[in-house]
């Protein structure tokens, strides 16, 4: 979100600074989502309730792997490999953990 036109976001991204500066708002709307998701999950790990704080990370990560699946359909088949598999990997995790 705040490297997006940057060098560095440039490189992980392949954009050009042309691409990157055309597409900046949906970077921002991207990243500020994915800051709420983060700020949920830790949320749910820190929440005193240890049953409501599962429920929070269910939701959450679920809201991550249908957010992954998503992206994978309309924009990228990769985002379901780097952002909807970890979160079923980590639901499941969460699951096995209780």
């Not at 600074?17 to 900046?24: G, L, N």
């Not at 992954?68 to 980590?90: C, D, E, F, T």
């Amino acid at each position: 979100m705040f490297l997006w036109t940057k060098p560095k976001g440039l490189a992980t991204f392949g954009n050009t600074i042309e691409k990157a500066q055309a597409s900046a708002v949906l970077a921002a709307n991207q990243g500020l989502y994915n800051g709420f998701l983060a700020a949920g999950l830790i949320w749910g790990l820190l929440h005193p309730n240890p049953a409501f704080g599962f429920q929070i990370k269910v939701f959450f990560l679920l809201c991550v792997i249908v957010a992954g699946l998503y992206g994978g359909y309309s924009v990228s088949k990769r985002i379901i490999i780097v952002q909807a598999l970890p979160a079923a990997v980590a639901l499941i995790l969460l699951w096995l953990a209780r």
